[in-house]
């Protein structure tokens, strides 16, 4: 998920009871709900290297209790005021814990057992960025100051109370899991809604259900067949057509494929996605060379694209140059 929703959630989790833990609470959910992220700094060594790093040992299992001590570690020697430990690295585990729980959700998926396994896991059910959970966040973030206004017009007072935000906490908490528990049950719907057809003729063999940033009943379907890929929109009020859906071909074997496949860039490109779509084009600068391109149709197709590796491979089958790059782009 996006930062503002992981911050939201960790000042929801600091209301809701643990800042009752220990002193400064807060800031310590709160740096701890964002520390897996800090695998951002991974970027700086380009694109195939934040590829590699991002959601990698910081979105870990393993690494949760150590990304809680050193948030801990970071509030005592910024505060000048003690902490109970054993209460404040509780809730730094929780906030952390929040963080991967919520990554989970969402169609990037995290690897939740490195460095034992490098396996992606994602349950598909939120988008990236979800309206709706924006919406609850905000009301449930407004909400204190707004009552707490109409409390001080009404009584005369401007004391704040002990519990101030507590209730819309519970409130945007217990809504973030209903809100999940309902996408999970929309989601299976519409998995099973993709894989009950035929495709040009085809059988799938295996679906993805994408979700919709704004509407829960909204979602892009992906479906494989050992021929081609068919990409199309599911509206689950609506009667489900699949010869709507737009159908993306694999392409012949090539050796110019095989020669990309083996590069570094495309072999960790291909431990990420999950849906990879090939496409052999002539080079458009490289005599007989040839474009080789691999994309993920969990985010973008051939007509907009992204999440894209690319080579040019030239006529002796020698790759000239490598790119991983998230949009449009192309070496030339």
Not at 60 to 69: R, T
Not at 123 to 150: M, Q
Request: hydrophobic share 50%; aromatic share 10%.
């Amino acid at each position: 998920m996006d930062n503002l929703t992981h911050t939201a959630v960790g000042l929801f989790l600091s209301r809701a009871r643990l800042n009752r833990w220990t002193p400064h609470a807060v800031p310590i959910v709160l740096l701890a709900a964002n520390a897996p992220d800090i695998d951002i700094l991974s970027a700086f060594g380009g694109s195939v290297n934040y590829l590699h790093y991002h959601r990698h040992l910081t979105h870990s299992v393993i690494a949760m209790p150590v990304l809680a001590f050193l948030v801990v570690l970071l509030v005592r020697a910024f505060s000048r005021a003690p902490i109970r430990w054993p209460g404040a690295f509780a809730a730094a585990l929780l906030g952390v814990a929040s963080h991967l729980l919520l990554d989970w959700t969402n169609v990037y998926g995290i690897r939740p057992w490195l460095p034992f396994s490098a396996q992606w896991t994602a349950l598909d059910l939120n988008s990236l960025v979800d309206l709706w959970i924006w919406v609850v966040a905000l009301v449930c973030l407004v909400g204190p100051f707004l009552a707490r206004l109409v409390g001080s017009e009404i009584s005369s007072g401007s004391v704040k109370s002990p519990h101030h935000g507590r209730g819309f906490a519970w409130l945007a908490l217990i809504f973030l899991l209903v809100y999940g528990c309902g996408r999970g049950m929309l989601h299976t719907r519409a998995l099973a809604t993709l894989g009950a057809r035929d495709y040009a003729d085809a059988a799938p063999s295996r679906v993805l259900a994408i979700p919709n940033a704004a509407n829960p009943l909204e979602w892009r379907g992906v479906i494989e067949t050992p021929d081609f890929y068919a990409v199309t929109s599911l509206n689950l009020l609506e009667e489900f057509d699949p010869t709507r859906a737009t159908v993306f071909h694999k392409p012949d074997p090539d050796p110019a494929l095989d020669a990309a496949r083996r590069t570094p860039t495309f072999q960790e490109f291909l431990r990420f996605s999950r849906y990879p779509l090939w496409r052999v084009s002539p080079s458009p600068g490289l005599e007989d060379g040839k474009l080789v391109e691999c994309m993920d149709l969990r985010f973008g197709t051939p007509q907009s694209p992204a999440f894209v590796a690319s080579a040019l491979v030239d006529a002796r089958l020698r790759v000239i140059r490598t790119e991983f790059h998230w949009g449009i782009a192309r070496p030339r």
